[in-house]
């Protein structure tokens, strides 16, 4: 089993920056891809950025692409989400998954965090 823990969100003025963290404990967290999703009030759940096992190849939504930067630590079981240059639509709960390869699709991802708010004022 693999337990999934964000945390980092909160109130953020636009045009601010946040850093989501992942911690990841019951396996060993280099044998998953790891991919950020978010969901606002009234929507679907989205896809935001995706990264291999490795750490080395990593893929964004268009509309978080040249803002946010997704990164892992191996060695500390930690997933990160950087995220900057805030807007209002960012506003939405974010989740991070684990499944055993990087992926965009919701349904590839075996393990889910509780998620974490994010809400940017304007």
């Known amino acids: 089993q693999v337990q999934l823990v964000e945390s980092g969100g909160g109130l953020v003025q636009a045009g601010g920056t946040l850093r989501l963290s992942c911690a990841v404990s019951?396996?060993?967290?280099?044998?998953?891809?790891m991919g950020w999703f978010r969901q606002a009030p009234g929507k679907e759940r989205e896809f935001v950025a995706t990264?291999?096992?490795?750490?080395?190849?990593?893929y964004y939504a268009d509309s978080v692409r040249g803002r946010f930067t997704i990164s892992r630590d191996n060695a500390k079981n930690v997933g990160y989400l950087q995220m900057k240059s805030l807007m209002p639509e960012d506003t939405a709960a974010y989740y991070c998954?684990?499944?055993?390869?990087?992926?965009?699709?919701?349904?590839?991802?075996?393990?889910w965090g509780r998620g974490t708010q994010v809400t940017v004022s304007s």
């Open positions: 019951g396996r060993t967290f280099s044998s998953y891809g």
């Open positions: 998954a684990a499944g055993p390869r990087s992926a965009t699709t919701a349904r590839e991802y075996d393990y």
């Open positions: 990264i291999s096992l490795s750490g080395v190849s990593t």
